[in-house]
Nanobody
Framework: QAQLVESGGGLVQAGGSLRLSCAAS?????MGWFRQAPGKEREFVAA????????RYADSAKDRFTISRDNANNTVYLQMDSLKPEDTAVYYC???????????????????????WGQGTQVTVSS
């Protein structure tokens, strides 16, 4: 299986923006973004179906973040706007072979359903 490689993290001030990318080679799996802050559990952020037509967001992300995918270029994106200090975390992309839009995107938030994970990219939002 191809690796998932995240990029685009960095340091921004509150209110700023970042766009994360996940190179997923030829994957057409359901793709998700998760994050984990020090001492905290892994947290669902957003996910997108194989077609890109079904999306799911955590409440903390739905009004500020946008997930998208470019299947031709085998890349998944997370556009993050209006960043807050509480968004600070390592962000991971993940691929699921078992999830699909047929299940309903409600289940896209289940980290246990994802099979492959990237190495993570650090996002730090300063006050």
């Amino acid at each position: 299986q191809a690796q998932l490689v995240e990029s685009g993290g960095g340091l921004v001030q509150a209110g700023g923006s970042l766009r994360l990318s996940c190179a997923a080679s030829g994957s057409r799996d359901v793709m998700g973004w998760f994050r984990q802050a020090p001492g905290k559990e892994r947290e669902f952020v957003a996910a997108i179906s194989r077609s890109g037509r079904n999306l799911r967001y955590a409440d903390s992300a739905k009004d500020r973040f946008t997930i998208s995918r470019d299947n031709a270029n085998n890349t998944v994106y997370l556009q993050m706007d209006s960043l807050k200090p509480e968004d600070t975390a390592v962000y991971y992309c993940a691929a699921s072979v078992s999830l699909s839009a047929a299940t309903g995107s409600f289940y896209f938030s289940n980290s246990g359903r994802y099979d492959r994970w990237g190495q993570g990219t650090q996002v730090t939002v300063s006050s």
